[in-house]
C-alpha cells in the first residue's frame, strides 16, 4: 500500500508554480491574480478561504478576499460579481459556496464571466466538461486527476467507480475519468447493492460526506481508493473511507487530511494561472 | 419478450402533439416553427431531413429546409445560424450533421441560440444537461428516454449500461439515465471485456455503430435492451444488436427500424414545441 500524499504533490506543484508565477512578473508586470468572494462566516468556508489565500501567498499569485455578510442581497452579490467580470487585473474568481438561503446558487454561478470561472461551475464550462472541449473543470476532480497523473496511474481500460453524483465533485469526476478513458460507473442513494460495484472496481472515488461508507469488504485487493470526504467526528477530520482497515487491501489510498483537500486548492490556483495565461494569449490576437 | 415499438409510440405521440399544436395555432395565431439547415448532398441526410420534414408536417408544426452547397463557407454558414437566431417566426433550427471537412463543427453548434437549439447540442444545453437544470437535450437520448417512459420502464437503483460515449448520444445518454436514479455504466473502445459489463445490466444501451456488436451470451436474462445503431448491410438497415438472437433472452428489445429512429424524430418536434411555449412564456414576462 501505497499512500496519495495529496499535501506533499501541492506542495510539489507549487514550487513548480511560483517559479513560473515569477516568470510572468517578469514578463508582464504582474501575478495572476485570484478574488476569493466569500458570504457570511460559515467556519469551514472561513477555513477553505484561509487555505486558499496562503497557497495563492506560497505561489507568489496575488489574492483577495471579498467579504460580504449573510444578509446581502442577491442583486448586491450579482453586482460584486459583474464588477469582477469587468476588472481586467482580476483574472479569476471563485464564490465560497454554500451560499445562504436567500441567493440561487446556479443564479449566482452563472454569472460567472466563463473565462474567469477557476472553479469551473458555470453552464459553459460544464457544457465544454460534457463536450470534451477544454474549459474549466471544478477544483475538486481536477485536482484527484492530478494526484493520479502525479503518482502515474493509468486510466485507460480501467474500471472506475464513483460514488456520489454531485454537480461539483461525483458527476464533473465521472466525466474526466471517462474523457481518460476509463470505463466508468457512477452510484448514488439510490443504488441498490453499492458494494456489488465498489467490488469491482480498480479505481474508488468517493464523495458522499458518509463517514466510514467504504468498509474493507467493498473493495477488492489491489484497488486504489480516492476519498474525498471531508467529515467532522469529535475533534477529528475523516473521510467516506474507513482507512484504518480498507488500507491494507489498496494499492494506493489518499489519506484524509491531506489527500484531496490540498489537490483541490492546488487545482484552483493552477487554473487560475491558465486563466492569466489564456487572457495574456488573447490580448496578443 | 416486448418490443419497443418506437414507431408506433411515436405516431401516438404525434397524435397528441398534433392536438397541442392546433391549440397554439388557434391561440397564438401560428404553428411553432422548426428550421432544418442541411449542408451538401449526403444521402443518409437527406433522408433524415425528409423524415423530419414529415413528422413536422403531420403535427402541424411548420417547417423549413435550407439547402445549401458542401462548398458554402464557415462564415456564410454562421450568417445563416444567426440570421436563423434573430428571425423572430423561428422557434428552434438545427443544423444537420455531418458538416463538411472544411467546416468545424463545433463553431458552428455554438453560435446556435440556446433557447433555439432544438437538437440540444450547444455548450450551454450540455452544461445544463451536466448540471441537471432543465434545458434541451439531445434528440437521439431524449427520444429513448420518452420510450422508455411510454412503456412504464422504471430507473431508478437499475444497472444500466450504456454502450458508446459519443458528444451526441452515449455520454448524454449517461447523464439522462443518472439523473433519473440509474446506475449508470459507461462503457467505449477501450473498455476491456464488455460482455463483463453488460452481462450485469438492467437496461443497455448501444450506440457504437458496430453492426453484431451485442451478442445473446452479453446479455442477462430479462435485460431491457436498446439499439440506437443505424447500419446499411447490403439493402438491409440493422442496429448494433445480433436481434435475432438477442431478443429470446429480453424482456424488452427494440427493433431496427422502427425503433430509436422515430422516437428521434418524435424528440425533435417535441423539443420544438417546448421552444415555442418558452417563447411564448417569455414573451408574457
Known amino acids: 500500500m501505497q499512500l496519495l500524499e495529496g499535501r506533499k504533490t501541492a506542495r510539489e506543484l507549487e514550487g513548480k508554480l511560483q517559479e513560473r508565477v515569477l516568470e510572468m512578473i517578469e514578463k508582464h508586470g504582474r501575478a495572476p491574480k485570484l478574488v ?23 505561489t507568489k499569485i496575488d489574492s483577495k478576499i471579498i467579504k460580504l455578510p449573510k444578509t446581502v442581497s442577491q442583486d448586491d452579490l450579482l ?6 467580470n469587468k476588472d481586467s487585473k482580476v483574472d479569476g474568481f471563485i464564490v465560497q459556496l454554500p451560499l445562504p438561503e436567500h441567493i ?12 474567469k470561472d477557476v472553479d469551473g461551475l458555470s ?10 472541449q477544454s474549459g474549466f473543470v471544478p477544483a475538486t476532480p481536477k485536482g484527484v486527476m492530478m494526484l493520479l497523473n502525479h503518482y502515474s496511474i493509468p486510466l485507460r481500460g480501467k474500471h472506475a467507480v464513483v460514488v456520489g453524483r454531485s454537480n461539483i465533485v461525483g458527476s464533473p469526476m465521472a466525466k474526466l475519468l471517462l474523457n481518460n478513458d476509463a470505463t466508468v460507473t457512477v452510484t448514488h442513494r439510490y443504488t ?3 458494494k456489488h460495484y465498489t467490488l469491482q472496481a480498480d ?20 484497488a486504489i481508493v480516492v476519498d474525498v470526504g471531508i467529515n467532522r467526528v469529535g475533534d477529528k477530520i475523516v473521510g467516506d473511507v474507513d482507512f484504518e482497515n480498507v488500507k491494507e487491501k489498496t494499492s494506493y489510498i489518499t489519506p ?25 494569449e488573447n490580448s496578443k490576437k
Open 36 to 58: 476569493v468572494v466569500l458570504v457570511g462566516d460559515n467556519p469551514a468556508s472561513l477555513s477553505y478561504v484561509k487555505s486558499k489565500e496562503k497557497a495563492c501567498q506560497r
Open 79 to 84: 453586482k460584486v460579481i459583474r464588477d469582477l
Open 104 to 115: 440561487d446558487e446556479s443564479t449566482i454561478l452563472n454569472e460567472v464571466a466563463p473565462e
Open 123 to 132: 453552464l459553459l464550462n460544464a457544457g465544454k466538461l460534457m463536450n470534451r
Open 192 to 194: 441498490e447493492n453499492l
Open 203 to 222: 479505481l474508488i472515488v468517493v464523495a458522499t460526506g458518509v463517514v466510514n461508507l467504504i468498509t474493507a469488504d467493498m473493495v477488492k485487493e489491489g
Open 256 to 280: 484524509v487530511p491531506g489527500g484531496v483537500g490540498p489537490m483541490t486548492i492546488s487545482a484552483l490556483i493552477h487554473n487560475t494561472m491558465d486563466a492569466f495565461l489564456n487572457k495574456m
